[in-house]
């Protein structure tokens, strides 16, 4: 029997070491790449995507209302860290997540407890997630009442497939041009195409948000550096309905002014090509992949839509700085080789706001005034596209 009894012993004392030793080192960091929230006729649901089991916890505070939930043993993806969402509803201000310690993510909703009826805080498995749901007072509209649906415009070559669809927009990703060791244009003055558009993208973002509540993605928010091939990647990963890269120009003859907008083609005009050998000039692509390549840009199925949103922005632009700075020359929309515009499974543009090569345009970009008018006319340019949808 005493032998016996060792033998039940001893793996009860392995198993009881190993427990322990989990314990000690603790799970590995698990990487959180998505919350979602969603505003019904009863309530609103925010759902954060973990994958695998984790242990968290939630509480209220007090001026401001909140709750808040701290998932463990967790790290953010650095797309969301600081992030905020915005519900069409009075009762949720707003949604945050971030960083909180380097084991822990926060999910902070925003609320008027005046408003709110009751809250609840749970797990779904397979895969791991954790709801909030917040149920409003009877009192309290959960969304504000629907328009009258309005039909979509044709373009020029009659209904697209996404009209023919009903299709809406509500995520858009802003990709600010270079950024990090590739400064883009640089002035005579030392003024950076890279620092330029980042402070135009994160202007145009707020003014998203701000405007029509939607879901923002910026491909950098800092003075980083993305590969060109990886933009659409991002965009592509966040199933983006928009694609937005933000440029400025540069021409060897400084008299040359003006704004222009590009959607993806091939094109005859040696001008069109400059300018695409100078934004792909930091592509990573060697020749052997010319193939895909082209061939890639020959199954855009986008480009109907792409033009669409690329015409809306020019026009709105040039409308835009020519209220406040006289008139602006109109370059027009064409089609362009960009590498930033390959592989996006979204209507994609790439807009060149101004020259950095000429004195006054340059003096201009320099100004945050104008920089501000240059998103207000992206942003309108963006929100006549939508109309043409029939979904603004």
């Known amino acids: ?37 969603y505003t019904h006729p009863t309530h609103t649901r925010i759902v ?26 967790a790290r953010l993806n650095p797309i969301l860290h600081g992030k905020t969402f915005y519900e069409k ?3 949720l201000k707003e949604i945050r997540i971030a960083q909180k310690t380097p084991t822990t993510v926060r999910v902070v909703a925003e609320l008027d407890f ?44 009659g209904y697209s497939m996404a009209r023919q669809l009903g299709l809406g927009i509500q995520t858009v990703v802003i990709d600010p041009g270079h950024g990090g060791q590739d400064p ?37 928010e800092s003075d980083i550096y993305i590969p060109l091939e990886n933009r ?21 003859n400084r008299k040359r002014q003006g704004v222009e907008t590009f959607f993806l083609n091939f094109s005859p005009d040696p001008q069109v090509n400059e300018i695409a050998a100078r934004e792909n000039a930091t592509s990573t692509k060697t020749i052997g992949e010319m193939k895909d390549t082209i061939m890639k840009i020959v199954r855009n199925s986008k480009i109907v839509e792409s033009r669409e949103l690329a015409e809306k922005i020019q026009k709105n632009l040039v409308k835009c700085l020519s209220q406040k700075y006289g008139p602006v ?10 590498w930033v515009l390959i592989g996006g499974e979204m209507p994609s543009v790439l807009v060149e706001i101004s020259h950095l ?5 340059e003096e201009r970009l320099r100004s945050p005034a104008y920089r501000k008018q240059v998103a207000q006319g992206i942003y309108e340019g963006i929100l006549e596209y939508m109309r043409s949808l029939g979904k603004e």
């Open 1 to 37: 029997m005493a032998r016996f009894r060792v033998r039940l012993i001893l793996p009860l004392a392995i198993a009881s070491f190993s427990f322990a030793f989990l314990l000690l080192a603790g799970p590995e960091l698990v990487e959180i790449t998505n919350l979602r929230s």
């Open 48 to 73: 954060v995507d973990i994958g695998s089991l984790r242990e968290f916890s939630s509480a209220e505070l007090k001026e401001p209302d909140r709750i808040y939930v701290d998932i463990y043993q």
């Open 89 to 91: 509803c009075d009762y």
């Open 114 to 157: 005046g408003k709110v009826e009751r809250y609840q805080v749970f797990p779904l498995f397979d895969p791991f997630r954790v709801v909030i749901d917040i149920f409003p007072r009877e009192t309290a509209p959960a969304a504000p009442a629907a328009k009258s649906p309005q039909p979509p415009q044709p373009t020029a070559s």
């Open 184 to 220: 883009g244009c640089i002035s005579r003055r030392g003024s950076r195409e890279k620092d330029i558009v980042l402070d135009v993208g994160l202007e145009l973002k707020n003014l998203l948000i701000a405007g029509k509540g939607l879901d923002v993605v910026m491909t950098r």
């Open 232 to 252: 659409t990647v991002i965009a592509n990963q966040k199933n983006a309905d928009l694609f937005i890269s933000i440029h400025a120009n540069a021409h060897r």
């Open 329 to 338: 020359q109109d370059l027009g929309v064409k089609g362009g080789p960009f």
């Open 357 to 361: 090569s000429n004195p006054r345009e």
